[in-house]
């Protein structure tokens, strides 16, 4: 049997990237997977992925930073497959960088919005779902920025140090109720999202390519294979831990 056979399971932000990765290894190993993403092409080119492994999974076209989507996606997994044993909060936008003094207000409460307050929405809604069925497990993705603190990036990286404190109370409030919580924090991983962003920073990318201690970057699937772990009956004694997959970066 595989880790998460007949697990029914969710992932935002699974369009591209380590979303992606996470969607298809959740159905590799067993799941049937809820794709969500507000990039509907690339959301249907991730299930059709899915699809031609010969795994089960069905798209729901949204924002997750807005709470009447969230419910939507919610009560979509539960309309189509009974009910939701495991969730990746994976979906965020990282919007800019830059010294504290010139930063936009409205870029800092927008880069919450969308890598804080989204993950505690959707939080909301599968907790909810997976007390109806006595138990589950969530995992939400985190970042390296926000274990020791990252100059110029000061928005996301506060949003993700909100995250994995977020995770950790969240743990400790559904511990008893058969619902483990717990995050994963990539180091520097090549998806879409660093790609561009090497583009808009080239000035940055020398210094990201070189942070971890193995010399290379991680990639998507290093990241998945953490969080299927995490996710799966494998980790039964294991809540409220943030586990930093990164080649070692943070010990740099
Ligand atoms: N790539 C890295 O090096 C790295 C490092 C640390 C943490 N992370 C984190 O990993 C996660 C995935 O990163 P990635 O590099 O794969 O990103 P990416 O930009 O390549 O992909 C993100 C996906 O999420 C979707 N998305 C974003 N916000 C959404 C929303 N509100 N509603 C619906 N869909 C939404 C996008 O359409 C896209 O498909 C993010 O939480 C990111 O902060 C990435």
Redesign the pocket.
Request: aromatic share 2%.
């Given at each position: 049997m595989s880790a998460l056979s007949n697990k029914i399971g969710l992932v935002?932000?699974a369009?591209?990237?380590?979303?992606r990765a996470i969607a298809f290894s959740f159905a590799r190993e067993g799941a049937k997977v809820v794709v969500?993403?507000?990039?509907e092409a690339?959301g249907q080119q991730t299930v059709e992925l899915i699809r031609d492994f010969g795994g089960t999974a069905s798209f729901i076209y949204?924002?997750?930073?807005h709470e009447d989507t969230v419910k939507t996606t919610v009560d979509f997994v539960l309309g189509t497959y009974g009910r939701l044993d495991i969730a990746c909060n994976?979906?965020?936008?990282?919007r800019g960088s830059g010294p504290i003094h010139e930063y936009e207000r409205s870029i800092f409460d927008e880069t919450l919005e969308?890598?804080l307050t989204?993950t505690w929405l959707c939080m909301k809604y599968q907790v909810a779902a997976m007390l109806k069925n006595g138990g589950g497990a969530i995992v939400n993705?985190s970042?390296?920025?926000s274990l020791r603190g990252q100059a110029f990036n000061t928005a996301y990286a506060a949003a993700k140090g909100g995250v994995n404190i977020l995770t950790k109370s969240a743990a400790a409030e559904y511990g008893a109720k058969g619902i483990r919580i717990n995050a994963v924090s990539?180091?520097?991983?090549l998806?879409?999202?660093?790609e561009q962003y090497f583009e808009e920073q080239p000035e940055k990318a020398e210094g990201l390519r070189k942070k971890s201690v193995m010399n290379r970057l991680g990639t998507?699937e290093e990241i998945a294979d953490a969080v299927s772990f995490l996710s799966s009956d494998r980790a039964s004694f294991i809540t409220g831990q943030i586990l930093s997959v990164d080649g070692g970066g943070a010990v740099r």
């Open positions: 935002t932000g369009g591209q990237g380590i979303g969500a993403d507000f990039n690339m949204g924002d997750i930073s994976s979906a965020a936008v990282s969308m890598c989204n993705i970042s390296n920025a990539p180091g520097v991983i998806t879409p999202g660093l998507p």
